[in-house]
Nanobody
Framework: VQLQASGGGLVQAGGSLRLSCAAS????????MGWFRQAPGKEREFVAA????????????NYAESVKGRFTISRDNAKNTVYLQMNSLKPEDTAVYYC????????????????WGQGTQVTVSS
């Protein structure tokens, strides 16, 4: 699976951005898709994940506590794309955001994800 993230940019605090991750290669719909982020000098951290179909875990989603209520992950299997809608952005959300694909279980650990996109920079000014 090849992943291409886009949609990052510079936004003021309180603003919104929508990240996209386009996938190509193997069957996209069979992977759990996740978003992670990494700020300078910090470890890569989990942001959100979504199950591969509505029939598995009811189309379940999982979010880090720090983004709950502000970020929404979604996917369009017909377009092989996963999205991250980010609202009410804060300066502490500034990071490089990565999308990733997991062929295994339901995990928030970056070590369990098999494929990674190149990352897109999100900068939130105060």
């Amino acid at each position: 699976v090849q992943l291409q993230a886009s949609g990052g940019g510079l936004v003021q605090a309180g603003g919104s951005l929508r990240l996209s991750c386009a996938a190509s290669g193997r069957t996209f719909s069979s992977y759990i898709m996740g978003w992670f982020r990494q700020a300078p000098g910090k470890e890569r951290e989990f942001v959100a994940a979504i199950s591969w179909s509505i029939s598995w875990r009811g189309g379940n989603t999982n979010y880090a506590e720090s983004v709950k209520g502000r970020f929404t992950i979604s996917r369009d299997n017909a377009k092989n794309t996963v999205y991250l809608q980010m609202n009410s952005l804060k300066p502490e959300d500034t990071a490089v955001y990565y999308c990733a694909a997991d062929s295994g279980g339901w995990s928030s650990s970056p070590y369990d994800y098999d494929y990674w996109g190149q990352g897109t920079q999100v900068t939130v000014s105060s």
